[in-house]
C-alpha cells in the first residue's frame, strides 16, 4: 500500500484566501484523523471521522476551519479564510481500529 | 482537560548509550502507542501497547504499558546516529475511543 497520500506538501498563501489540504487514507481504514503540528502547541487533533462520518470536532479551532469526507478514499481539510496563525504542518493519518494511526508526510502551510 | 506529560523533554546521549523516556498521564489509557518522527515527515509507529503490563520490543526499542495503566516507557538500547529524532507517546482516553492525543514529545540527540 502506498500509505496515507497528502497533497499539496507545502502550500503559500495570502491572509484571506481559502487553503484546501487532501488527504487519501490508507484503503480499508475506516478512521481519518487531522492533526495540526505547532512548535508551541506540539500535535493537536483538529478532527476525526469514523466510516466517513464526523465523531468529534472539538478540536477544530474556529468556524473558519472545516473537514469532509465524502468518501472512504477522500478527505479535506479547508481554512476560510486563511491568517498566518494558522501557519503550521498539517497531517492525515488513517487507521484500522482508531487507535494504530499511520499519518502522511503531511502539509507544510505558510499564510503571509 | 486530558495531557499527556513526556519526559524527559530532551536528551543528548552518546552513541551506544541506552535511552529511557516516560509518559503520564490523568486518565486511564487502555491503548499507549509510541511514534518516532524524523524532519520533515510524519510521525511513525514504532510499539503498541494494549495491556497493562505488557512489555514489547521492536528491534533495539522496549515499551511498557505501566502496571496503572496512567503511563507509559520507551527504552532504546545501544542508540545508534539514525536514533536522532523526536519520540512521542500517544493514546486515546478510555472514555473517548479514537480521540488519539500525544505528548509534546523527546527530542534525541546521539552523538558519535
Known amino acids: 500500500d502506498a500509505g496515507v497520500i497528502q497533497s499539496p506538501r507545502h502550500e503559500v498563501t495570502e491572509m484571506g484566501q481559502e487553503v484546501t489540504l487532501r488527504c487519501k487514507p490508507i484503503?480499508?481504514?475506516?478512521?481519518l484523523f487531522w492533526y495540526r503540528q505547532t512548535m508551541m502547541r506540539g500535535l493537536e487533533l483538529l478532527i476525526y471521522?469514523?466510516?466517513?462520518?464526523?465523531?468529534?470536532d472539538s478540536g477544530m479551532p474556529e468556524d473558519r476551519f472545516s473537514a469532509k469526507m465524502p468518501n472512504a478514499s477522500f478527505s479535506t481539510l479547508k481554512i476560510q479564510p486563511s491568517e498566518p496563525r494558522d501557519s503550521a504542518v498539517y497531517f492525515c493519518?488513517?487507521?484500522?481500529?482508531?487507535?494504530?494511526?499511520?499519518f502522511g508526510q503531511g502539509t507544510r502551510l505558510t499564510v503571509v | 482537560g486530558q495531557q499527556l506529560n513526556q519526559s524527559p523533554q530532551s536528551m543528548f546521549i552518546q552513541e551506544g548509550e541506552d535511552v529511557s523516556m516516560n509518559c503520564t498521564s490523568s486518565?486511564?489509557?487502555?491503548?499507549w502507542l509510541w511514534y518516532k518522527q524524523d524532519p520533515g515527515e510524519g510521525p511513525v509507529l514504532l510499539i503498541a501497547?494494549?495491556?497493562?503490563?505488557e512489555l514489547t520490543s521492536n528491534g533495539r526499542l522496549t515499551a511498557q504499558f505501566g502496571i496503572t495503566r496512567k503511563d507509559s516507557f520507551l527504552n532504546i538500547s545501544a542508540s545508534i546516529p539514525s536514533d536522532v529524532g523526536i519520540y512521542f507517546c500517544?493514546?486515546?482516553?478510555?472514555?473517548?475511543?479514537?480521540?488519539?492525543?500525544f505528548g509534546a514529545g523527546t527530542q534525541v540527540v546521539v552523538t558519535p
Open positions: 493519518a488513517s487507521s484500522w481500529n482508531g487507535r494504530e494511526a499511520f
Open positions: 484503503s480499508g481504514h475506516d478512521y
Open positions: 471521522f469514523n466510516n466517513n462520518v464526523p465523531i468529534d
Open positions: 486518565s486511564i489509557f487502555n491503548t
Open positions: 501497547l494494549y495491556k497493562a503490563g
Open positions: 500517544a493514546g486515546p482516553p478510555t472514555d473517548s475511543w479514537g480521540k488519539l492525543q
